[in-house]
DNA sequence: TAGATTAGCTTACAGCTGTACGCTCAATGC
DNA sequence: GCATTGAGCGTACAGCTGTAAGCTAATCTA
């Protein structure tokens, strides 16, 4: 078994169409603003071979968000599991994020720009990766500290949606200001913890 | 005083390319998919003469900015003075924002596409605006509810953000699902505005 | 080994883009 | 009244785009 020479060569080929277009991706170059034909350049692959990978570039960038959320779900596993061996959730949470931030900002840069973008199917699946984090946070949240499901649910939201409104603050900065960042981010999130706890003993007392 | 007829006409037809800016807007079309012709097209003049009153199409942009943000800012004090009137101050600003964006939904797609968009200019001219709310809000929290100030200006901007995503989610969305959305909001503001509570009496209990 | 498959190439084309240039002619200032 | 100004227009062009068509040569299949 293992592929032949050529699915081999088919696949490398392929990996270099996503590569390009996530290596052309920065502050000033999002992906709807990429042509095929730049992104055939940047693999050394004539534009017409392009179709040989993919429909078109909205198949792409699916591809290329699917691919992001994967990593992204994959690293802050890994950050779960330094925060099992003891420390604030919230702290080791928030650096790991940042970490991943600063390795992977061009992962970063496509979810956080095609969430507000364009195309439907885009939003769609930025979407569908952003609800594994919340649902995983509610679960735990819930289990954990005994929220009811639906302030579970708000709460983890909320965890979230901070969360990656700081990271879009942050793909822009240098290292000092993200440190300041991370710290506002931590104390916001804290905020919101408490304010969880407070709304569920009220629940709970009457 | 009174302007010439000559100056009026002049005034009308840049009116004429900015509405025609905003009306092409919408959930699968951003600002920056429109191009100079298109815009042109719209407002029944030649592409050339465009550039009689905009630079060039980053200009119109920033001038739709600073429009919408304006925009918004009045439509907010609005609803601050009828929040003055009596009730929950966190109610009726949702209430107030979710009529904004269901009268002016093009004003807030460019602000809401364009702060994670590809041109500095734009994210700092978004960024400008929001900056506006964020610090309204943390010095009436500071005054009203004596809040310090690093707390204050914390819990503002998480009422902001929170107040932005649902803003973002609520766009496409339907009436009905519209009212699920702000009651979630509600919820996940008063976790925030009792967290920053919370947090404000252990710091001054020590 | 002979024939079928297919990744990648070259060439080609129509459609769009931004914008340079120069004209017209109504409003303006003197 | 006459010269100046300037908003809007038409024409033109080079550069980019997506993609259709057909070829080549290496790999796969039988």
Redesign the interface.
Known sequence: MGMGIRAQQKEKTRRALVDAAFNQLS????F??LSLREVAREANIAPTSFYRHFKDMNELGLTMVDEGGLTLRQMMRKGRQRAEAGGSVIRISVDTFMEVLDSNPNVFRIL??E??????AF?AAVEREIEHFISELAHYTEASANRSPV?AR??A??LV??VF?AG?AAL?MKRADRKVLAD?LV??L???????E??QRKLEHR
């Open positions: 502050a000033e170059r999002s709807s603003s956080l720009h969430r507000s973008g364009t195309s439907a939003r302030l708000a709460q939201e909320a949606t901070l409104n879009a822009d506002n104390m916001q804290r905020m919101v913890a408490t304010g969880a407070a709304l």
